[in-house]
Structure formats: C-alpha cells, structure tokens
C-alpha cells in the first residue's frame, strides 16, 4: 500500500506523524463526502492503535501511540470517544481547522513564533492560483481493506480460489449495507487474523477440549475463540 503526507505538515512535525495525520484527513473528506460520523460540528473516523499498526505496520504500537500524542498536542488533531458501548476502546479522531486549513490552503506561508506555529494568511506570492486538495474518487477503501484480507489469508495457507474469493465478496454484502460497515467487518477479520469475515454478534459457544481423563473448559481469548469459532465452520486454514 503506498502512503504519502502533506509536505506543510511534515514540515511541523515530521513524516512520521504527516503520513499518520494523511490518513486521518483523507477518511475525515470521505465521511464529510458521505455525510457520516458528524459529531459536535465536524466528520469523524475511527480506530484503535492496533488498526494502525495494520495499516502502517512500519509503525510499533508505542511509535502509533507517540505520533497520536504529538499531532494532538501540536492541535493538529481531535480525539474524542463516540462509540456505542462503554467498553469498546475504539478512539474517535478529526482533523482541526489548523489542519483543514493547511490542506485547503496549501499556498498559505506558516510562520514560527514564540508561542508556536501561527497561519499568515496572505499566500505566498508566486502567481499560482490556491488549488483545493484533489480527493482520488477512484479509491475504494472496502476493496484495499479486502485485498489486505486476502493477503491475510495467504499468509495462512490459505487458498485464494476464485470460489473463494467470490464466497468472500457474498458473505460481505450478506453481513453489511455501507462501506464503513464493511471495512470494520474486513479489519476485524485482519486484526484477529481470521480467514474469514463475520458480523460483531457472530457467536458459537465456547470450545471444550476433552482428553481420555477429563473434560475442561478453558477462558479462551477473542483470537483462540474465533479460530475454533471457523473450525466448526469448517472454513479454518482452507
């Protein structure tokens, strides 16, 4: 997957957390497109470090977790907690205006002053009209998500038949309605490295393990349960 940032960004706080913040404003100018995720007067996108050690996996968990803490504190980014349960750890983040502002004005010149980095909003004279950022319409966040769910599998042994693939693609339309609906169902499946997709209340009862002396039942966690969840599926590795 290739990743960029925007160079004005990059400029106040590195590459580093410029490509993270590039993500983050791309997937705030879709829902703002899609109108979804308004919450107390801006568009919101959501995941958990984990997710984006996925999707930036040059990055650890403690480097996602610093880069976070420096877009914030430099008020380049919101974070807030919208989800619908209260043990769901899932962040919530939006780009400021300081932010909105760079990127829809990319002439704007930025100027260092004791108290930080101040907008001078007369451009840059250099005759060249303010452009707005252009939004690639022809990416399709659900189909990435999908192609990294079958490298996933791939990983695994599993097989990528054409059958497969098309079952895939079924069962995804089968268990959601919207794209965003999909991506969550496709990183679920990506972050417990699952083979294949299921809606959050998918639910098989608990594994016993049995030997010739006793019968145990054992805590399982979510990856474990989900791996016996697809063997009684009969749909693990292959």
């Not at 410029?18 to 107390?40: C, M, P, Q, R, S």
């Not at 996108?45 to 977790?65: L, R």
């Not at 693939?165 to 990506?190: F, M, V």
């Not at 019968?215 to 292959?238: F, K, L, T, W």
């Amino acid at each position: 997957m290739d990743h960029s940032f925007n160079t004005a960004i990059a400029k106040l706080v590195g590459t580093d957390c410029a490509t993270v913040l590039h993500n983050i404003y791309y997937w705030y100018t879709y829902n703002k497109g899609n109108e979804k995720h308004l919450h107390d007067g801006t568009y919101w996108t959501y995941n958990s470090n984990k997710a984006f050690t996925v999707m930036f996996d040059y990055f650890t968990a403690n480097q996602i977790e610093r880069i976070l803490k420096t877009l914030k504190d430099d008020g380049l980014i919101l974070i807030g907690n919208y989800n619908a349960t209260s043990y769901d750890r899932t962040r919530w983040f939006a780009p400021t205006e300081k932010t909105i502002c760079i990127y829809e004005n990319p002439q704007m010149e930025l100027v260092e002053t004791p108290n930080g980095i101040v907008e001078n909003h007369e451009p840059i004279p250099n005759g060249k009209p303010i452009l707005k950022p252009i939004i690639k319409q022809d990416i399709n966040p659900v189909e990435i998500e999908f192609q990294e769910l079958l490298k996933s599998r791939k990983l695994k042994g599993v097989k990528n038949t054409e059958h497969a693939i098309d079952l895939l693609r079924r069962r995804l339309e089968e268990l959601a309605e919207t794209d965003h609906e999909k991506i969550h169902i496709l990183q679920r499946s990506i972050l417990n490295g699952w083979t294949s997709v299921y809606k959050d209340n998918d639910y098989v009862p608990p594994f016993v393990k049995t030997t010739t002396c006793a019968v145990s039942a054992e805590p399982m966690d979510e990856d474990a349960m989900q791996m016996a969840n697809d063997a009684m599926r009969g749909i693990y590795n292959g």
